[in-house]
């Protein structure tokens, strides 16, 4: 019986926790990479960067077309530039990241005891491995910003306990994360400020921020022409009155950016006032950008710099609570169903619902085979020049030379006028889902809209450099660099009135059945400013495609015959088209990768086509 008078290790415990978060959390975003679930590009952004620069030290990304820092100026980058040589893959990139996000635990626990027993300071710390946000940070993608998060909060643990120096060297490397992280250094100024500390506790953190903030974009500046591209999301403020900006911060995205933001806590931060100073820099951050604050927010990395001041501000609420400093202290520690309640939001619903949870359990039970995808694109050789799309990126990424097919297709580079540059691909994966995202993506957005569908021929034009179609899936195209290039799609002036199946006012089809194909011929009467789609559907797949992949129907003349293909498969017997107009947009979804969301308005009957 002696084994239970044993002093209680709270110190394993925590290092348990932590390491089993790992453990657990590396092992979904490895399920979720072979799924080909990473799909927002930034995974594909980042591996493509380290792997360049174990070859040469320098962070250049082919699939952006510059070097990284034009985007955000990140120098502790080189810190995991030697952890990334010895594995370099897109899945060493997604541990470290659980490890970050898994670490943030210890600060918590540090800045627990200056108030709690050791108990409740490990319960604290392991409380953190089940919030939602940090789910969510670490299923989207992989940033370098969620390390800002345990650094921010030694920092506060070094003001709590007056050493100076300290305190200074972590707002310094914090800093250093990358150039926005100076909106929640500017918030210790604020809370230094407020507690009238002596001067050089708020003068450090007000002259670290802004001055590293200048110097960070003057870099940025230096690795791109023209200057951050970001300041898109703030040029409306100049176009705008001070009416619409006004009514800007009222929009319901932002409310529910802060109403989640709170739910993450259990509303602990509301009970420390004067702590939730140290958000009001990236909470000015995202109010004053056109895109405002919405669920995006809680769901993503972008949730990072609000983090450390909601944590200190519960860590402080909680306290307050327990000495009975609220008129809630009373309720909470005497009502013994409101605490249990309270205890089931933070264990069940909020992991579940406000994070990835219920959505991870749903992938699993969607789980699909990928293994003909992976052996395809393993036969290509780790020399070879690539271009592909969304979801094929990351697993292909790791390659001197990768260009992304979105960017080929507007010819831009991100927010900017600049051309879109890259090498000449060896190879060209296209995931025909694409297309559905373009019409989504582009069309919808403020900055892209000029650019679609105008540049529809960017990418017929590379492609008609001599490429042949190797492969062909609803799911996956290979095309290879080639002598003979293959005659996809094509358009022509008709001469004969012989196309017996109208299935729209304007348009008729014609088809033929060759080997493994579909030969589809869609005869254009008249213009009507549609972008039409087709819903196909057959005994192994339904999908969503665009009636010619490479010129939109917004762009069809009339009297032209417009030519394309599909793949048939030995197991299809029959399959049926459905023309649709499409309205949507793009979302995360369950384990926070991107999805289509789409509304259909079904054009005339349907197509039954028999397949011999």
């Known amino acids: 019986m002696k084994i239970f008078n044993k002093k209680i290790n709270y110190t394993a415990i925590l290092w348990l926790g932590i390491v089993s978060y790992i453990l657990l959390l590396a092992g979904i975003c490895w399920y979720k990479y072979s799924q080909f679930g990473y799909n927002a590009l930034d995974l594909a952004i980042y591996n493509n960067a380290f792997f360049n620069a174990t070859l040469n030290g320098n962070f250049w990304s082919s699939i952006q077309g510059h070097h990284y820092f034009a985007d955000h100026f990140e120098p502790l980058l ?99 994360v990358r150039e926005d992280v100076a909106v929640a250094v500017f918030g210790f100024f604020l809370l230094a400020l407020y507690e009238k500390k002596s001067w050089r506790w708020w003068f450090a953190p007000f002259a670290l921020s802004g001055g590293y903030f200048l110097i960070a974009n003057y870099f940025i500046h230096f690795w791109q022409t023209g200057g951050s591209r970001f300041q898109v999301y703030y040029q409306w403020l100049i176009e705008s009155s001070l009416w619409k900006i006004f009514l800007h911060f009222f929009a319901i995205g932002n409310f529910e950016m802060v109403l989640g933001l709170l739910l993450a806590f259990i509303f602990l931060p509301i009970f420390a006032k004067k702590y939730l100073l140290l958000l009001i820099g990236p909470l000015t951050q995202f109010l004053l950008g056109e895109p405002g604050g919405s669920n995006l927010i809680v769901d993503t990395h972008y949730a990072s710099l609000f983090i450390p001041g909601l944590i200190i501000a519960s860590i402080y609420g909680l306290h307050n609570i327990s000495t009975k400093k609220t008129p809630i202290s009373k309720i909470i520690f005497f009502d013994k169903k409101l605490s249990f309640l309270i205890i089931a939001v933070i264990l069940i619903y909020l992991p579940l619902f406000l994070g990835p949870g219920w959505g991870i359990i749903k992938k699993t039970l969607e789980s699909n085979n990928t293994n003909w995808q992976k052996k395809l694109l393993n036969e290509i050789p780790t020399e070879a020049s690539i271009a592909a799309g969304y979801k094929y990126l990351p697993y292909i990424s790791s390659r001197k030379n990768v260009a992304s097919l979105h960017y080929i297709f507007i010819g831009k580079q991100q927010f900017s006028d600049l051309p879109y540059t890259y090498t000449q691909p060896d190879f060209i994966l296209i995931d025909p889902q694409d297309f559905l995202t373009y019409a989504l993506q582009f069309s919808n957005s403020k900055f892209y809209k000029s650019f679609y569908p105008a540049n529809f021929t960017n990418l017929e034009q590379l492609l008609s450099q001599n490429y042949e179609l190797t492969y062909f899936h609803p799911e996956l195209m290979i095309w290879k660099k080639s002598q003979i290039s293959s005659q996809f799609e094509y358009s022509e002036p008709f001469v004969t009135n012989n196309y017996t199946q109208q299935i729209a006012d304007n348009i008729y089809l014609d088809f033929s059945h060759e080997k493994n194909l579909l030969h589809l011929a869609w005869k254009y009467i008249k213009k009507d400013d549609k972008n039409y789609f087709m819903q196909v559907s057959t005994s192994q797949n339904e999908y969503i495609r665009p009636l010619s992949f490479f010129t939109s129907s917004l762009l069809w003349q009339e009297n032209y015959i417009y030519h394309s293909l599909l793949p048939v498969t030995l197991e299809d017997k029959q399959m049926e088209l459905q023309l649709m107009t499409i309205k949507g947009n793009i979302e995360l979804d369950g384990w926070r990768g991107i999805k289509n969301s789409i509304h259909i308005t079904p054009i005339g009957e349907s197509i039954h086509i028999e397949i011999n």
Not at 139 to 166: D, G
């Open 78 to 176: 080189y810190l995991f530039l030697p952890l990334y040589w010895l594995w370099k893959s897109p899945l060493n990139l997604l541990i470290l990241q659980s490890i970050i996000i898994a670490s943030i635990a210890l600060p918590i626990y540090k800045i627990s005891t200056l108030w709690f027993n050791k108990k409740i300071a490990t319960l604290l710390a392991l409380i953190w491995l089940i919030n939602p946000l940090a789910w969510n940070m670490n299923l989207y993608e992989w940033h370098l910003l969620p390390l800002a998060i345990p650094l921010l909060l030694m920092a506060f643990y070094f003001y709590e306990k007056k050493y100076f120096w300290s305190y200074l060297l972590f707002i310094f490397i914090a800093l250093l």
